[in-house]
């Protein structure tokens, strides 16, 4: 079984300011990471996603994530943050091991941009 | 068509009734994702469907909840005798996945179910 934690519902930051979301994994196997944002009002997007290959892994908006399989983390960041990135980011994993897997979320993460 | 087609986009219905609600996923996309999203909180699994497998209906809340999906195409979620704890957006994915693979899941716009 595989899942996902996100200790910060909410994290409050000023405009221009670096960002740090944190993502936490859980699963016994190889996984796929991604990070999708969802816009008030809005469906999911995908931000980045992390396959195979380099661990460091940049996304949309100036987001970048690194995959640390030691630590079972998948932290997104951004250097300076917009108003714009208002939004929830969620966390999600699916593992490898076959074609038939579902897509485990964390439960969110709402950054608050203010000037 | 070009993205995740769910329908209605919007449903208000009366406590008791029941709903169907229409995912119309990628074409050629193997696999389908229905998720529950309450009101300011996370996405809560329901049911996954790959291909020709068995669904993976683990998620699903009650008897009252159930889903079909005809091939690699249309996916519906039916809910019997709705209540009023039922009231979420319910959200619709698809992804490419063999053994070994998988694309990242694209989302439709989501069903917004309100029970009165």
């Known amino acids: 079984a595989q899942s996902v934690t996100q200790l910060d519902s909410q994290v409050p930051v000023f405009e221009e300011a670096p960002v740090e979301l944190r993502c936490n994994y859980s699963?016994?196997?190889?996984?796929?990471l991604f990070w999708y944002v969802q816009y008030p009002n809005q469906g999911l997007q995908l931000l980045l996603k992390y396959l195979s290959g380099s661990t460091l892994v940049k996304g949309i908006n100036g987001f970048e994530a690194e995959f640390n399989k030691s630590q079972t983390s998948f932290h997104l960041r951004k250097p300076s943050v917009h108003i714009s990135d208002t939004a929830e980011y969620f966390c999600a994993v699916s593992d490898l091991t076959s074609g038939y897997s579902t897509l485990t979320f964390g439960k969110g993460t709402m950054l608050l941009v203010s000037p | 068509g070009a993205g995740v087609s769910q329908s209605p986009s919007n449903k208000v219905t009366e406590k008791g009734k029941d709903v169907e609600l229409r995912c119309d996923p990628i074409s050629g996309h193997t696999a389908l994702y229905w998720y529950r999203q309450r009101l300011g909180q996370g996405l809560e699994f329901l049911i996954y469907?790959?291909?020709?497998?068995?669904?993976?209906k683990s998620g699903l809340p009650s008897d009252r909840f159930s889903a079909e999906r005809t091939g690699e195409s249309v996916s519906t979620l039916t809910i019997q005798r709705t209540q009023q704890e039922d009231s979420a957006v319910y959200l619709c994915?698809?992804?490419?996945?063999?053994?070994?693979?998988?694309?990242?899941?694209?989302f439709g716009q989501g069903t917004r179910l309100t029970v009165v």
């Open positions: 994915a698809s992804s490419f996945d063999t053994s070994g693979r998988r694309t990242e899941a694209f």
């Open positions: 469907f790959q291909g020709n497998s068995a669904p993976d």
């Open positions: 699963s016994s196997v190889s996984v796929y």
